[in-house]
């Protein structure tokens, strides 16, 4: 299900398309990531610099429908097992197809 939360990240993100051409790549990316939600985009730099940090301090923020924004240092557990996570949104309908994470198949994914 990681695909369809990367998906919502790309699509509703219009300045994906109009990208700085000075900026460099692997900056561009890390900050694209860092702007999706869902935690559906991850990136590992091989330049030398470092992967993404979590967050300081946790931040959980509570959307339309009940999804739940999370940032920060995060143990995420499912059915699969433990993950380690900087960014997720946790379904808050009972809907999704992939518990706990918002997959955006019930009311609480139609936010904007």
């Avoid at 990316?29 to 702007?35: E, K, L, P, Q």
Wanted: proline share 5%.
């Amino acid at each position: 299900m990681k695909r369809k939360r990367a998906h919502k990240c790309i699509t509703d993100r219009a300045h994906l398309h109009h990208r700085d051409p000075e900026a460099p790549i692997p900056a561009w990316i890390a900050d694209v990531v860092h702007r999706c939600p869902s935690g559906a985009l991850q990136y590992h730099r091989t330049d030398g610099a470092f992967d993404e940090e979590p967050e300081v301090s946790t931040h959980v923020s509570l959307h339309a429908g009940g999804v739940l924004h999370l940032r920060g240092d995060l143990e995420v557990v499912t059915a699969h097992g433990s993950r380690q996570e900087t960014r997720v949104m946790l379904c808050g309908c009972g809907r999704t197809g992939n518990a706990p994470y918002c997959d955006h198949s019930g009311v609480c994914g139609e936010h904007g």
